[in-house]
């Protein structure tokens, strides 16, 4: 990258800053030290560490609003916000979900309208705001390599070369974490498929055919994220398909890796508003603010490896960690990030899938 | 003792077995010691910067003390009331009874997954959800089979003509069960009350679910960077339970030396 | 050999069985019953009332039926193992004295200290390709390439046999421990070896402890969902995972009732095997 370009765009981006934090504290009707706490739920740990630093503790200090943070994994958190729903007694405003999580159930969550958040229009990365969510990161399952077994110039850039046994040898690993179609969308494009073909009904006939050739090469079918950094870290494992987040975490601590964003399957992990949620106002306030600061938004990528819905904050990243953004270049083109439609098919269709699945992987 | 052939064979072989237990723990210690921000083994650097983490990060220290409470409580607890129901169990002859043992086993048999969600409504509406009233009764039902198997087990070996003496020389029920029962059923209380203790304080699925703004245990802070990449502090905190339990025994073993030795003319 | 005690000498009075079983019970039946039978009533309902397609699909689809048989497996082959492991462990316990039973002892209680992840973890740094024990044995000479030993069902027993084991010692250790030792000793006297001390005086006698300890290590067992997802392979699925499933993925609260009540309905029958095992050997105990 070019030095000058480079100073071009931060300065624009400092300013645009500016006007949209101002834009965020003049929603309508919002008054600015609004004091009632806005409830946060999302993943503890190493990621909830870092959004506490780079956007709670900030936002608070800009609004007055304190956020007080619950930690829930992926796992259990839909569960109880379905008890919730049940008592009638929501406690919380924002979640962190998936896509497909929001989309197989509307009804837990508020609608969201981005035109009122300036934000989205200011900084948005494409898919930054649906009718239920704002992007929160972009975490991708990405392609990731042993780079001792696979050299520059021999690497592996495609599904199709994942499932290519005779010209890249080596043990496989998969996810088996609960959504399947993950894999299946790999499967397909290893079948041929590209990115922009991948369109509700997922043929899935075709994917499990496809998951026929591979499932022999595949050592390990992993379950948690730590577990598949660990496959690579032990070389247990050549080929995996695995969080980016780690694999870049992996890369940067030595883990003999690389990945690709190619033919990446992005779930989308997404802050979205309960239905009744006691904040909303807060919420909105929150979320428009999110989406602002591309400076936060590069220093918790930094930190954790995963990119945000703020579309300028590459550039505020250092010249040589951008080729890992997701946000660099055509990354996010060339991969396929899930889509509300799809996300929406899928929402009935998981039970059986996984049903299917499982009985799959055990015959 | 016997020093017998058939003896030598056993201590051989339960040797072995007690390497395959200790093992895999003695792992952990050495990973604890790594320089690295990941769990490997064998380490291939060492340092004390995860026993640092661990004592200077209120989120690790925090949910250790919670933990150690909350296990500390319903282990005493669901020893009071196991015990009680053992006796109970026993003495009416209640225990033969398959449905019954499952009754007992109840806690341990349903699914973690099911009891969560089941605490997790029930706490709400109680207004418990992530207060340590709410993590005792949890934990305190999780574990009562813990305790009452094994006192009952052992209560079952004990004659209950040793009561009936009791009461025949006039003392009362009670002071027959504290007196006469309880004494010969100590190895099992005390088994049953470190198994609700471990239990409880080892408890991941339900303590996850019942957990709020408050209320965070250490299995549940163990598990929150699973998704991401687990913190070499989960092999510190398991080297330095191991240290206190290892502290605890040898203290136990002194203890004990000592009580026996102050009437130990008849050695 | 000794005069029987007045009949119902032993037994307590309704007054007095009440009042031990009142906590417990009410534990038992407040806070647990209730709010579990209220969430396993939903395997018979839906949004309409009430309904046995739960049951349907239950049956119907051979993936429920085949990994419960495959759950059932596991846990008694873990089961068979601790009787085998921690059956003579725990006749030994009882033979040590001094240094030696405390060591004994604290290596027993150890892994229990341990959190099960750390000790996945451990077991799966054992386990690996480029792991310790594979090292060992290709040093040896004993194999000419690594073994898969990490991700087999193999490993899912060895973990499972050796977090539950304990589980199996200490309860029968206690029941021995009980035993007066004067009846082993007279069995001695009488020109008895430990072997045949051990079958015809400790064995009968042990027997609730053996029930006990069988009863806990294979419950555990059957609820495991956490071991064989970080050590098993993809056929290593255990029941609680497809419940986990349904009730946190797919939000299917009902059908994960269902299977739920089907784990249940498994567990009751094996403990009902066990009680019959239990029965037939007490009455072998009993003829003489």
């Known amino acids: 990258m070019k030095p000058a370009s480079n100073s071009m765009i931060s300065r624009r981006g400092i300013v645009r800053t500016g006007l949209a934090a101002t834009a965020g504290l003049a929603l309508p009707g919002i008054v600015r030290a609004q004091a009632k706490d806005l409830v946060l739920v999302a993943s503890g740990g190493v990621l909830a560490n870092s959004f506490k630093k780079h956007f709670f503790d900030p936002f608070t200090q800009a609004t007055g609003i304190p956020i007080r943070f619950v930690p829930a994994a992926d796992a259990e958190m839909l569960a109880k916000v379905k008890a919730m729903t049940e008592a009638g007694a929501i406690e919380w405003d924002i979640v962190a979900a998936n896509l497909d999580q929001i989309a197989a159930f509307p009804q837990f969550f508020a609608g969201i309208d981005c035109a009122a958040l300036p934000n989205v229009a200011a900084f948005g990365a494409p898919g930054a705001c649906d009718s239920y969510s704002v992007l929160k990161q972009l975490d991708g399952h990405v392609l990731t390599f042993n780079t001792q077994q696979f050299p520059a110039g021999r690497q592996p850039g495609s599904w199709a070369d994942f499932w290519n046994v005779k010209a890249f040898p080596g043990p496989r690993a998969l996810p088996n974490h609960g959504t399947p179609w993950v894999v299946i969308a790999a499967a397909l494009m290893a079948d041929g498929l590209t990115v922009k073909d991948m369109r509700a009904p997922l043929d899935l006939d075709r994917g499990f055919k496809k998951l026929n050739e591979i499932k022999p090469h595949v050592t390990a079918w992993w379950k948690t994220g730590d577990q598949s950094l660990q496959l690579m870290r032990g070389g247990e494992a050549a080929m995996i398909m695995m969080y980016s987040g780690p694999a870049l975490r992996g890369r940067s601590q030595g883990v003999p890796i690389d990945m690709t964003w190619n033919q990446a399957v992005m779930g989308s992990g997404r802050w979205s508003v309960l239905k009744n949620a006691p904040n909303a106002r807060g919420a909105a306030m929150f979320l428009n603010y999110f989406l602002s600061r591309p400076e936060a938004h590069a220093a918790f990528t930094a930190e954790v490896f995963y990119d945000t819905a703020n579309k300028d904050a590459v550039n505020f990243m250092p010249p040589d960690r951008r080729p890992n953004s997701a946000l660099y270049n055509d990354n996010l083109s060339r991969a396929y990030q899930l889509d509300y439609d799809l996300a929406k098919w899928l929402g009935p269709v998981h039970d059986t899938l996984l049903e299917r699945w499982n009985t799959w992987l055990t015959t | 003792m016997t020093r017998s052939g058939p003896f030598l064979t056993l201590s051989v072989y339960c040797t072995l077995i007690l390497c395959f237990l200790v093992g895999p723990i003695l792992i952990i210690i050495p990973m604890s010691f790594t320089a690295r921000d990941f769990l490997e083994f064998p380490p291939s650097g060492y340092s004390l910067r995860w026993y640092v983490a661990y004592f200077s990060d209120p989120d690790w220290t925090g949910p250790t003390l919670f933990s150690l409470k909350v296990a500390t409580l319903s282990a005493i607890a669901s020893t009071v009331f196991g015990t009680m129901a053992a006796l109970a169990l026993v003495r009416g002859r209640l225990l033969s009874n398959a449905l019954v043992n499952a009754m007992v086993a109840a806690p341990m048999v349903v699914p973690s997954v099911i009891t969560a969600v089941a605490f997790y409504m029930l706490l709400t509406r109680l207004r418990l959800l992530g207060s340590t009233v709410g993590f005792v009764l949890a934990d305190t039902i999780l574990t009562l089979p813990f305790v009452i198997f094994p006192v009952a087990a052992n209560l079952q070996r004990i004659e209950p003509r040793l009561e009936w003496t009791a009461l025949s020389l006039g003392a009362s029920r009670f002071a027959a069960i504290r007196l006469v029962t309880l004494p010969l059923a100590r190895s099992g209380i005390a088994v049953g009350a470190a198994f609700a203790f471990i239990t409880a304080f080892d408890e991941a699925t339900v303590s996850a679910f019942i957990s709020s703004f408050e209320g965070k245990t250490l299995p549940k802070k163990m598990f929150e960077d699973i998704d991401w990449s687990l913190s070499p502090v989960i092999a510190a905190v398991g080297s330095l339970l191991t240290l206190v339990s290892i502290l605890t025994a040898i203290l136990l073993a002194l203890l004990r030396s000592g009580t026996r030795s102050t009437p130990a003319h008849d050695h | ?288």
């Not at chain 3, 039926?65 to 089961?79: A, C, F, G, K, M």
């Not at chain 3, 069988?214 to 997802?229: D, E, K, R």
């Not at chain 3, 993809?234 to 739920?260: D, H, K, Y």
């Open chain 3, 1 to 288: 050999m000794t005069p029987a005690p007045p009949r119902g000498a032993g037994q307590y009075g309704p007054g007095l069985l009440t009042l031990l079983l009142l906590p417990a019970g009410l534990l038992y039946i407040v806070l647990f019953g209730y709010p579990i039978g209220a969430l396993l009533a939903r395997s018979v309902q839906d949004q309409h009332g009430f309904t046995v397609n739960h049951f349907t699909r239950l049956f119907s689809q051979p993936l429920y039926l085949t990994i419960l048989e495959h759950t059932l497996r596991v846990s008694l082959i873990v089961t068979a193992i601790c009787v085998a492991l921690g059956y003579p462990l725990a006749f030994w316990l009882t033979r040590l004295r001094g240094v030696a039973f405390s060591i004994a002892i604290a290596c027993l209680f150890l892994p229990l200290w341990t959190s099960v992840l750390a000790r996945i973890y451990a077991w799966n740094f054992l386990l690996q390709k480029a792991g310790p024990i594979n090292r060992l044995l290709v040093s040896l000479h004993l194999i000419d390439a690594p073994l898969t030993l990490l991700y087999t069902d193999a490993a899912v027993i060895t973990v499972m046999t050796h977090v539950l084991l304990p589980f199996m010692v200490l309860p029968v250790y206690a029941v021995i421990n009980s035993i007066p030792r004067d009846l082993g000793r007279a069995a001695q006297s009488l020109g008895a070896g430990i072997a045949s001390e051990f079958r015809h005086v400790l064995l009968p006698l042990s027997l609730p402890g053996l029930l006990a300890g069988s009863v806990m290590v294979f419950v555990i067992a059957m609820g495991y969902f956490i071991i064989p997802a970080l050590v098993g392979g993809p056929r290593s699925l255990m029941i609680s995972t497809l419940i986990n499933e349904q009730i946190m993925t797919v939000l299917n609260w009902s059908f994960g009732a269902a299977i739920s009540t089907l784990l249940l309905f498994a567990v009751l029958v094996v403990l009902a095997l066990f009680a019959r095992t239990l029965a037939v050997a007490r009455r072998a105990e009993g003829g003489a």
